[in-house]
């Protein structure tokens, strides 16, 4: 008897969305295609326990589609534990659009992608991500209810971005206090890794607390705008992971902790706005806490984005967004000190605290 042995990427192609390690129990994996604008997207809805799925849409050149459907999956699942640790009513989606941005996007191609959104009936809400402009929103809402960050002047929260990189600011001081016993960043030396809307503004906040702020990008005019904007120091090493700084704070794409990284990092602290920053939340949680390096969880310090755009559905103003964003400093204190109590990493601590509130959510639904 001949028996037929698939190998991994067979495997892969076999089960492309059931298959993935990155598949964690999702509700619903919605495919959208479009030949008239050129629209390929996938919205991935993880969790809709806490209140309907939100979760900006992220336009990327992915190499394969199986990249973008890993990324939708990975993405929609971490937004799912931001609400839930943030104390959201909300549950866990993201979009991806398969293409680049710049040359791309349309605005037939954005409202073709809000009517898909649209048909889902508010299961899944929209917003804002890599590749997005407020703009961007603001043509969705011409043919669909069910999005977020769009224009003030439209009524919108506007751009996220300035209260995210906030809530990672706070995230950067807790981890501070928790380490140090000082929240004080004067004279630190903090790594910024993508300098995009929201690194900008926490290169802004960290320069105003007296941190000594180093910034890498891939764009060399955007790091010599900021430099000279808020006299931070050009990182010029092509080795980052081995920079000699107190904190690491990755702002752009995730998965920058990895096999190949980990071990060159000399930090005590890593916070930043990235999604997914680890990329085996498992293995390197636990080398990260055995090396005593402070992981600030990257769902729970990026939140202030969600909090913002949350706002347009409770109909709550900027003072209240700040207040909840900075409340992200305590959250963020609880969840180190219960994980060095518990002796788990912060990661798992940060996990058990929203995957309880869902359980009782989920529990009191059935009552």
């Known amino acids: ?32 295609n479009d030949k008239d604008t050129g629209l390929k997207a996938i919205i991935g809805i993880h969790n809709t326990v806490l209140g309907p799925a939100l979760g900006g849409t992220r336009m990327w050149n992915y190499t394969s589609e199986w990249e973008a459907v890993n990324d939708v999956l990975r993405l929609s699942r971490g937004m799912t534990f931001k609400s839930a640790i943030t104390g959201l009513n909300l549950g866990g989606g993201k979009a991806v659009i398969i293409g680049d941005a710049k ?24 917003a804002e991500d ?25 009524g919108g929260a506007g751009n996220p971005s300035p209260i995210t990189a906030y809530g990672v600011f706070m995230g950067i001081k807790a981890s501070a206090k928790f380490k140090y016993g000082s929240d004080d960043l004067e004279g630190k030396k903090v790594l910024v890794q993508g300098i995009g809307h929201v690194g900008e503004t926490l290169v802004e906040y960290l320069t105003g607390d007296g941190a000594e702020v180093y910034i890498t990008d891939i764009n060399e005019d955007r790091l010599a705008e900021v430099s000279k904007k808020y006299g931070a120091h050009i990182f010029t090493d092509r080795d980052i992971y081995s920079a000699e700084v107190d904190i690491y704070a990755p702002c752009a794409l995730g998965a920058t902790i990895n096999d190949d990284t980990i071990d060159r990092l000399k930090v005590d602290i890593i916070a930043g706005a990235a999604n997914n920053q680890l990329a085996d939340e498992v293995a390197h949680g636990q080398i990260l806490q055995n090396r005593g390096i402070v992981y600030a969880p990257d769902f729970l310090i990026n939140a202030g984005g969600i909090i913002n755009v949350y706002a347009e559905l409770e109909n709550y103003d900027k003072q ?27 990661h798992f601590a940060a996990l058990q605290i929203a995957k309880q509130r869902i359980a009782d959510r989920k529990k009191q639904n059935l009552n």
């Open 130 to 154: 890599v590749g997005m402009e407020t703009s961007d929103m603001d043509t969705v809402r011409e043919v669909t209810p069910y999005v977020t960050g769009i224009s003030e002047s439209q």
């Open 103 to 126: 040359t791309d996007k349309t605005p037939a191609l954005m409202k073709r992608f809000g009517e898909f959104v649209h048909s889902l009936g508010g299961k899944y809400i929209t």
């Open 320 to 346: 209240e967004i700040m207040r909840k964003t900075e409340n992200i400093y305590n959250t963020t204190l609880r969840i180190l000190e219960k994980a060095s109590k518990d002796d788990i990493t912060t």
């Open 1 to 32: 008897m001949q028996v037929d042995v698939l190998n991994a990427n067979e495997l892969k192609k076999a089960a492309p969305v059931f298959g993935q390690v990155s598949f964690d129990e999702h509700e619903q994996i919605v495919f959208c």
